[in-house]
């Protein structure tokens, strides 16, 4: 937990914060502290520049209870059903902020994402982001990054990876005050580029929060764990080397791994669709046709597609042919969250 700050929140004040969603390379999956949201292993991560969520937040004495809304529609009186958008945990992150500046003062939340959520496009995590520093704003603080990507994450773990720029690290602490995220390379530092492959957008049946605590159950978990961190530090070095061919792969096992962890979990998580699994095929068939271009799956049915910015043309081509394809989206190595003049209400 962040330290105590003494600030006090003034009777009204309005902040608006935009935060990118991210893709992590190398994945977590599971917590040692399901409170403080402490992952079992680090991850590695890039944010990305159109998958966006945009959240005004205002303290003020006029509001008897908190007021959470998302793309205009309140969530405060309707049954919530997704992970990012549940306005229990919403309010419970800002008991978090009100408590730190010590304040009783309710707030109205006014969230708009750019993107489908519950559909393995973490949605929580840049929702979370861009709660976290538009109401710790609100509420008059001025946290660090390191403190910002700490209290992100307890709103939703990998939201703490939004909050810093570019290509980032997840550091594995076994204390809140040691589980952060940190930028080890800029946006512009290598010329890469996820294209996102819609091919649905119903919500996944089980959210990543309730599929993590299933994590155990699976026979191939504590292997994942003994062999984490080397592989942590494998993809860290191909990162800092641009070496595209030997990452791609990195990654793309990475996925596949995960995914098999869930898969023999008890019971079982099946994310994929038809259309996720002729996508995955698709992709190494244009691979060997000479296109260096590899996937990664978070936990939903909607594709990542790992480029270089070279061949995005080539990419967004080939998936239009594609009948499965709802949508596509282009997406560079982005800043993380940061403030905005354009409030929502």
Not at 129 to 153: F, H, Q, W
Not at 187 to 200: C, L
């Amino acid at each position: 937990m962040c330290k105590d700050y003494p600030t006090r929140v003034k009777n009204n004040m309005k902040a608006t914060a935009v935060a990118p969603s991210n893709i992590a390379f190398i994945k977590y999956w599971g917590k040692k502290d399901e409170v403080l949201r402490l992952p079992e292993n680090g991850s590695l991560s890039m944010n990305l520049s159109n998958l966006l969520t945009t959240t005004t937040v205002e303290f003020d004495k006029k509001y008897r209870q908190d007021e959470v809304f998302l793309k205009g529609s309140t969530l405060y009186k309707v049954e919530p059903s997704q992970e990012g958008n549940d306005p229990k945990r919403v309010i419970e992150h800002l008991n978090l902020i009100r408590k730190m500046v010590k304040t009783n003062l309710k707030a109205k939340v006014v969230s708009q994402t750019n993107f489908p959520s519950g559909t393995g496009l973490s949605s929580s995590a840049s929702g979370f982001a861009a709660l976290t520093l538009a109401a710790s704003k609100a509420a008059g603080l001025n946290l660090s990054e390191k403190d910002l990507s700490i209290l992100a994450r307890q709103g939703s773990g990998s939201a703490c990876r939004s909050i810093p720029d570019g290509f980032v690290e997840w550091l594995d602490g076994s204390t809140s005050k040691t589980s952060y995220a940190i930028s080890l390379f800029p946006p512009d530092y290598w010329k890469i580029a996820d294209v996102v492959a819609i091919v649905s957008t119903d919500k996944k049946d089980v959210s990543s929060t309730a599929g993590q605590k299933l994590v155990s159950s699976s026979p191939f978990f504590q292997t994942r764990l003994q062999n984490i961190k080397i592989k942590l530090e494998r993809a860290k070095q191909l990162l800092t080397e641009k070496n595209f061919p030997l990452f791609g792969e990195l990654l793309e096992a990475e996925a596949l791994e995960l995914h098999a962890i869930m898969l023999t979990s008890r019971p079982s998580l099946i994310y994929w669709t038809p259309g996720t699994l002729k996508i995955m095929k698709l992709v190494k068939k244009w691979r060997g046709e000479g296109l260096p271009v590899y996937f990664t799956i978070n936990t939903g049915q909607d594709i990542h597609l790992i480029c270089e910015q070279k061949n995005i043309d080539k990419i967004q081509e080939k998936l239009k042919e594609i009948d499965e394809i709802k949508n596509i989206i282009i997406n560079y190595p982005s800043v993380g969250a940061r403030l905005s003049d354009n409030h929502l209400f």
